[in-house]
């Protein structure tokens, strides 16, 4: 099992930016792919970015296109989702998952066999 760990967000202003991070243990970060979920309050769980194994590969969800950047660094176990132009709509917990089955969509959540606990993201207008 796989453990992780957010750490960042907080509050920003509209157009700025803050940085999330999800550090894993338990197993080494280079044998699974990572994903973005965020929840805001009264709504579904929703895709915001994976990134596969190695790195290679990243996939993003509509509200995080052109804006959100996800990077890993597999030495240090960690993963980063640099988020920037923010805007009050992207207020929400944002949750850091880990190791969906190879061929598996990375958009899907319930693909994800170990989750996060979380972490506040609030956008000021």
């Known amino acids: 099992q796989v453990q992780l760990v957010e750490s960042g967000g907080g509050l920003a202003q509209s157009g700025g930016s803050l940085n999330v991070s999800c550090a894993a243990s338990?197993?080494?970060?280079?044998?699974?792919?990572m994903g973005w979920f965020r929840q805001a309050p009264g709504k579904e769980r929703e895709f915001v970015a994976a990134i596969d194994w190695t790195g290679g590969k990243t996939y993003y969800g509509d509200c995080a296109k052109g804006r959100f950047t996800l990077d890993r660094d597999n030495f240090k176990n960690t993963v980063w989702l640099q988020m920037d132009s923010l805007e009050p709509a992207d207020t929400a917990v944002y949750y850091c998952?880990?190791?969906?089955?190879?061929?598996?969509?990375?958009?899907?959540?319930?693909?994800?066999?170990?989750w996060g606990q979380g972490t506040q993201v609030t956008v000021s207008s």
């Open positions: 998952a880990a190791d969906p089955p190879w061929g598996s969509d990375f958009a899907d959540a319930d693909e994800y066999e170990s």
């Open positions: 338990g197993r080494p970060l280079s044998s699974f792919a």
